[in-house]
């Protein structure tokens, strides 16, 4: 089948999904008039209202950076950071283990042939 072919395949795909996204989108808002809609029939995706009805902060404030954390949360931290640092050290002797192990065996078979 020649390249140009499957070129205009997928430009003839490209253009049947915007047709048809054209269409939908269009039909939602309730037909082909060119005049703009009203806010209140906005799709739900363009409203920004939060749900619990005012707007919370998701960056980092002065405030966050006053509170120091508890001893107890403190502890916490420290035992996830050493339970992954042990979980880390783990895999590496696994790794370092299954290594030799593999390489071993590649070893005998050679010395197995020779018999």
Do not use: C
């Amino acid at each position: 089948m020649p390249s140009w072919f499957h070129q205009f395949g997928q430009v003839a795909i490209a253009a049947t999904v915007t047709l048809a996204v054209i269409v939908g989108v269009q039909q939602y808002n309730g037909g082909d008039s060119g005049a703009p809609q009203l806010a209140d029939s906005q799709l739900p995706v363009l409203q920004t209202v939060p749900f619990t009805g005012q707007a919370e902060p998701v960056s980092l404030s002065r405030e966050s950076l006053r509170q120091q954390p508890t001893e107890a949360q403190l502890m916490e931290q420290r035992k996830r950071i050493n339970a992954i640092l042990q979980d880390y050290e783990l895999q590496l002797r696994l790794n370092a283990q299954s290594e030799l192990h593999t390489t071993g065996q590649h070893q005998d078979i050679p010395a197995a042939s020779q018999q």
